[in-house]
């Protein structure tokens, strides 16, 4: 047999394969928002990704109840954001009952806890424990987001049970944004100090110089408030849709790559699909980790067919 028909032979197999083992409303794929910065840019970048080797995407605008109810109705297929621990007692029932799988961790060293710009933490603010002893210097202020957040919830506590010494401190409670604004006027204003809520991945990571807390594990957890991020999928899915299930398997981001992307999108105000795209043609090498084993819809080599739209 001559090289050029083993060749073609080859690809007619992958193809029929590819084609055989998944179900045609393998087609399109159903991913959930909940409408977090992070997961706008991983399933921009997800989706990007899909396109090019011939699938359809579907974002459905949900709660994060709604996304768990959705999946495992069979409503949607796909969620990016499955933070742990944090989403346990949500999310770990219905894995439990098998009512939804989750397939891969995409993001390891997530973090959410207090946090000072490096300048404070370089003074001797390194640990909760350290806050109180200069309560003057913070205006026995801690900065939090909006409220009704879990962040702010658990400052509330350790106010209230007085823990590190915080019982006179107050809780100040407005938004993300107004919150990062008192970091940034602090900043520019003869380097004041200011302790606030912080969380990475996040742009503020990347426009802040800033330090995260540690000693606050008996209410952010350990790791300063560590999380990972894990792919979710509902019941079947990696077995109705193999291909789909070996990219969204492959995919692992991490935190700087996710700090600049949301940095380009909130802060330069970046469309997200050419920001992932432009990242991409930036970093081809983690393609090769990315798009290992998988293919087009079609059965073509999916590497291939990816580079081939970033070129374009």
């Not at 995260?212 to 991020?229: C, E, R, S």
Request: with cysteine; charged share 20%.
């Amino acid at each position: 047999m001559k090289i050029s028909q083993a060749l073609w032979l080859s690809g007619l197999l992958l193809s029929s394969t590819v084609q055989a083992g998944e179900a045609e409303s393998c087609q399109q794929v159903r991913l959930a928002d909940v409408g977090w910065s992070d997961l706008n840019i991983t399933n921009a970048m997800t989706r990007y990704l899909l396109s090019a080797l011939g699938y359809e995407t579907e974002v459905l605008r949900l709660s994060l109840p709604q996304t768990y109810d959705a999946l495992a109705a069979g409503e949607a297929d796909v969620f990016l954001g499955n933070w742990m621990p944090a989403q346990a007692k949500l999310s770990q029932p219905m894995v439990d009952a098998g009512a939804v799988e989750r397939l891969h961790a995409n993001l390891e060293g997530a973090r959410y806890t207090l946090a000072v710009p490096q300048y404070v933490y370089e003074a001797g603010v390194k640990n909760f424990a350290d806050i109180a002893r200069f309560a003057e210097r913070f205006d026995r202020t801690i900065y939090g987001i909006e409220p009704g957040n879990d962040g702010n919830a658990l400052v509330k506590k350790m106010i209230a049970s007085n823990a590190f010494g915080l019982g006179d401190f107050r809780l100040d409670e407005s938004s993300e944004q107004g919150m990062l604004t008192q970091v940034r006027m602090k900043e520019l204003l003869d380097r004041q100090w200011i302790v606030f809520l912080g969380w990475e991945p996040h742009p503020m990571n990347v426009r802040h110089k800033l330090a995260y807390l540690d000693g606050g594990d008996d209410y952010f957890g350990p790791n300063q408030g560590g999380a990972t991020v894990y792919t979710v999928v509902r019941k079947g899915y990696a077995q109705q849709c193999p291909n789909v299930s070996r990219l969204l398997g492959n995919l692992e981001f991490s935190l700087d790559m996710e700090n600049q992307l949301m940095d380009r999108v909130l802060n330069e105000k970046d469309n997200p699909r050419r920001a992932v795209r432009n990242w991409l043609k930036r970093n081809p090498e983690r393609l090769d980790a990315w798009l290992k084993g998988v293919a087009t819809r079609g059965g073509a080599p999916g590497n291939v067919a990816v580079k081939a739209s970033l070129a374009n």
